[in-house]
Nanobody, 122 residues
Framework: QVQLVESGGGLVQTGGSLRLSCAASGRPSSIYHMGWFRQAPGKEREFVVR????????DYADSVKGRFTISRDNAKKTLYLQMNSLKPEDTAVYYCAAGQYYSSDYIRYGYWGQGTQVTVSS
């Protein structure tokens, strides 16, 4: 079992920045890949970014490319998402996910955090 706990969400104005964190505990050795997804009200869960845990290969959704940066601290077993130049359309609940597959499909991830709300005001 792996537990994921996100933090760092909040309310920010357009153009502002936030940094999300996702702390992993339990049996993180079973994690090979991680990602961030988001879900706005009335919409499906959407891929944001993914990363391979050991080598650090990343892949971003076009909508966040150049504005968001994913990183991880292997020693702390913590994943981060630095979000800059935020837009109102970035408003959503952001979820950290972990699993054995490097995928942009949320179905491929077996472990999820509880989510953290990000609200960008115009």
């Amino acid at each position: 079992q792996v537990q994921l706990v996100e933090s760092g969400g909040g309310l920010v104005q357009t153009g502002g920045s936030l940094r999300l964190s996702c702390a992993a505990s339990g049996r993180p050795s079973s994690i090979y890949h991680m990602g961030w997804f988001r879900q706005a009200p009335g919409k499906e869960r959407e891929f944001v970014v993914r990363i391979t845990w050991t080598v650090g290969i990343t892949d971003y959704a076009d909508s966040v490319k150049g504005r968001f940066t994913i990183s991880r601290d292997n020693a702390k077993k913590t994943l981060y998402l630095q979000m800059n130049s935020l837009k109102p359309e970035d408003t959503a609940v952001y979820y950290c996910a972990a699993g054995q597959y490097y995928s942009s499909d949320y179905i491929r991830y077996g472990y999820w955090g509880q989510g953290t709300q990000v609200t960008v005001s115009s």
